[in-house]
């Protein structure tokens, strides 16, 4: 509730003094004052005292008076919005008893009608919120009344569109006031400062039969299409937190409030930014996406100059796709995927999940408010008819896998893909909570770093002095006083201009790119030079430009060269992602498969083979998972060979992985690298050891060359234990198994047994399959300790109890 | 750089008083600081930028006011005092209170309304605060201020005394309103209790202190100290409010636990672990291990009960308080409770089955109310209950 707006102001200073020139909403009750007598002690037994000599006269402490905003007369508000210069380009926030005010005065030139010289005037749109509005609620409003401002820079600079708007506007104000002074002449000397409120207050007389302008503000809204647009975007903000509004007709402006916009799906659940924020660092490959709306009504919402990349993801969106398969059949990075995701998220069209799958175990999420009565319980059936909801869920209550639930015939008669569509409508809703099987390897040593150092979070260094600080007095609490976090110095510094926009948001340690709309003007604003302008750009870094980079720069041979890419990539990508689902038979065949393609051609095949017969010999006695790396390796290798023609092209091109860059000087014989993004993406996500995500220096692409050379021993990879650990693994039957311990040595020493890594994250970055992963905890299970709970990053998303 | 992490505008943590100053209209000169404490934190510059909030318009005398601007927060309280004996017939003042933009202030204006109220009668009376500015140095409103902002920032509290008044300020920590307390909840304090000072607080509140242990429900503790219901309730909730104590469930035997992503805190953080050992263990002569505590925790999941997980890992012998062992991890959200809610659901023919069974009372359970609730309003044991329900088929369980 506390998202909502209370009224919204357009408030112009200049060379003529201030004006509050439009409100919206502007029917404020007339009977102000008896309300406001109101506000004492409403208590029965309490004596009337007329005059309490000793009390200093009650205080106004309130505002809002059923969900309006009441006791502000408009000029005074005109003046409060009216800042001085020193404050324009700025943040605004003033907060007034229990009402925040939030703006963003806009200083523009401005054409007086006599001379063509141009002045300048303030303009100010200020939003006014409850005061108990969360901070990144005000820095939402604050971001959109700043997006106003320029919008209509722009459009006072191209068409002088303010100047007619604000001419109407004014004439409107002229118009009731002079109609006032006709009507009540004799109460012409009434108080001055009254003189502009008169034009907000409606007349008592005239409530709706006459034909008489009811107030200025009521002419303003048929007569101004500015004041049109600031009426739809307090109507929308109020409705959905979507704001969708043609300034002008002309600058297409978007917004999204997300605290406001995910309720839309779920009432009640409040996402702020910043968790999306934290939800996509979080964000992995094997990730998936949920549209919370239909696809096809998602598509055509999505105005015309849109990105192609989102319109070729949300075609080929599915919930049981991963991230990674998205990115690869829409022929997108990863990086570019995860942008989007955020998009979609920010905007509530979607939320994250890991992909349904048969084997995934879901639980009622603990937040889930179902009760007899709720109203998800007549839309279920609505959707689903021949279930009930309560049942259903009632179903997830011990924590089995969905091939187990489907298998107790509550799906239905409709089988698996109905029982996937009701998942997936529970998940939407935020009722199911999927558990993943995290492993903790059990070493003696524990919350000790490999150096021996002991590690405390923030919140534990402080145990011995926590459990000593003496509360004698509660209201003597210590309160830590921080140094002053900025000199006052550098806070003087200018006002930001257009071209600081993004750095702003790094004063506020949260970033804020991904949150840009997916069009906030339209295109014509690039004149202007505004580098957001663009924000499908400007938001997906340069991952969008390599590919159109890309197209630009080779016209005549992209299309051969394009076939090639396809050929390779049918046999590369579907190897690898068979691979990751069926385990390793298929990579092997992969495997074999790739290698015929690249026998035939001959420029490097020889280093190749060379690396690759070692490889197998090695890997016959090793681990099945090492195949499929390689023949990742391989596609790569030959796909080099392909198209060593346009190599260099791409070489000149922005990388979209360092590392990868860094793969090729230490490998030195592929320099080559990275020919088809879609392979490159594939082999930095099947490679990339997930505690090292965001690192560019460990490039497990290096060790996969390297242990061919040496092939892993069991005393060699029992070197990630130490000696203790060793002990206990001695005594475990299975370690007896070379096998074993060889995968369970080298899981270990990837660090996926540190309770931060799900099975399904171990199976998706490991290539490794389920069984053979239960297999091993299971044989270990004196080292390994299991616990199930749920993912942190799709966890985020959900209400917090 | 790492304050500015730390601090960052919205982080919603309490910052100190920056500085104080009082702030008149000068009949000729217009605004103007009259006394400031430290000297010049205000420039002229940036004063003259914000001083129409600060000295506002007639419809805003005695508002609180907070302005955001250039980096800092500043509140005041504007207050108007209609005299002839003024030049202008009015004497405006604003005590205003600036602290960092990132600060959360809320806390505050209720010291700054005070304070003014102060400074305002105490003008009334002898009109000491025109005396100061008139005899230019402040020196005895400087002394004040500065005495305000070290004891606020300092201890929280201060006790002012001009000639022969004296007003006590403190800060309240300005909370949501703690939702109501329920009779299967258990309160259990955030400090050693030995920290507590029973004379800060009622009488009632003083005998229900010795039962709340951790483990004691609210309508135990109501029976072991003779107390009404009710009263509990409110004392609880009154404790809640101020952090003192916080609600955990009721532990059972019979209760299902589930380990949250915080669980893995435990591998790693040396201190959580000391914490984690010393508090969970039978007795502080024989320490558990944190690998066999961290099993415990580990095998608490849907579906497996404590009972079931005693009867596994036989916490005895590994030196385990299994009963402090959920209140540590309940406390520090290492584990959470997994609830049962029945619910009946809708069908049409449940009344003739209803009467086939010819039960007297036959409730409907919405799903908003617990097991544990249910027990601690019929006094039943959760077993009975569950058989209970178990024979009416319209009545299914949802976990969460």
Redo the contacts between chains.
Sequence with gaps: MEVNPLNIFFVKSDSKGDRLLFRYPYTTDNKDESKQKKYGRQNPYAINSTEDLLQ??Q??TS?ICKGQLS???DE?LS??FA??A??CN????????DVRFVGHPTLLPYRTNKDDTATMILINIVFALQASA???V??CYYDLSKRLGKALRHEEKRCSYLTEEMKIMLAAHDEVSALDSEMNGDNDDEDDNLRHSVSSATYSSENGADAAPKSAFHLILQRSSLARSMKSVFEELSSTGIVQVRINKWVLLSFCLPHKAHQIHNRGLIIEPETIDKCLQKLRPYHGILLMVNPNDLLASIPLDSSSALLRLIKLYSPLKSLQTLAIEADLTLKQVSQLTGHLVYWAKATVIYPLCESNVY????G?N?????PL?EEFAKEFPSL?L??M??E????APLWYVSRNGCGGGGGGARLARCVAWLLRRRLLLQ?HT?V?F?S?H???DPDGK????E???V?NQS?S?????????Q?N??????P?ET??TFPDSDEDYPTENN????DFSHTKPIVIESEHIKYDKFREADSANHSFDDGLDVVDGIKQNTNGDYDTKEKVQKKIQGNSVDSGISSNMNGTINGVNGISEILENGHTEISKSELISNLSLDKIDSDKKSLPSRLSDLSLKDSEATLNKDTSSDEDKFESDQDISPRLKINGMVNGTEKKNGVSLNLKLQSEMSFQPPTVWNVPASCDVVDACRIPNEPPTTESLLDTFTSEERVALATVPASKNTDDLLLLAQLHKKGYF???QHLEEIMFMENVSRSQLMQLLDKFKDVL????????AV?MLYPYQ | MD????????C?Q???I?CIFLCEFHPTAGPKITCQVPEN?ISK?IF???S??II??V??Q???????????KILGFPVRIDNKKYARNAYYFNLCFVC?A?ARTVHLEPLV?KLT?YL??MELETEWLSKQSISGEAKALSGVMRQVMQDI?????CTLTVGTTTTHL???RVNSDPTPVKDHQVPVFL??RH???AD?WDLTTNQILPYIDGFNHVSKIAALTDVEISLVRACVQNLVY?G?VTLVPIFQYCAVY????K???L?????????CVDFCARSPRQLPK??DI??M???????STIRDLCRRMKPQELAINERKLVLFGVLEGLI?R?YKFP????NDDSASILSDHSQPLVR?????VCLDELCCQSGLSALQIEEQLERDSNV?????
């Design positions: 200093n006269p205080s106004q505002n006791g502000f007369t005074m003046t409060l800042v001085k020193e404050l700025r943040k605004f926030e003033l907060k007034v008893n969360s901070h990144s005000v820095k639980v009622v999420a603990p889930a179902v009760h007899i009565h709720s319980v009930c309560l049942q869920l009632s997830f209550s011990l924590p558990l995290y903790q059990n003696p524990w919350g000790r002991e590690y405390y979070c919140k534990h260094d145990f459990c600080v003496s509360f004698s007095s509660l209201n003597q609490m309160l006083v921080p140094e002053p976090v900025e006052r806070t003087n004063l506020n340690q949260t540190r309770g931060e300790i299991t616990f199930e709970t749920e993912d942190p966890a | 304050g500015k992490v730390k601090y960052y505008e919205g919603g309490e910052g100190p920056r934190y510059d003259d930028t914000v129409h909030y506002p318009k419809q805003l005695r508002c609180t006011l907070t302005v955001t601007l250039l980096g800092s960092d990132w309304k109220e305002l009668s920032n300092s201890r929280r509290m403190t800060v309240v400090y050693s920290s507590f000072v800060q101020y003192v589930s380990a949250t992503p669980l893995r805190q591998t790693r953080c040396a201190g959580l672990q000391r914490q944190v690998s961290f099993r925790y580990a095998g608490m999941s849907y579906g959470r997994v619910i009946t659901l809708h409907t359970y919405n799903g908003l299914v369980f949802i976990v969460k």
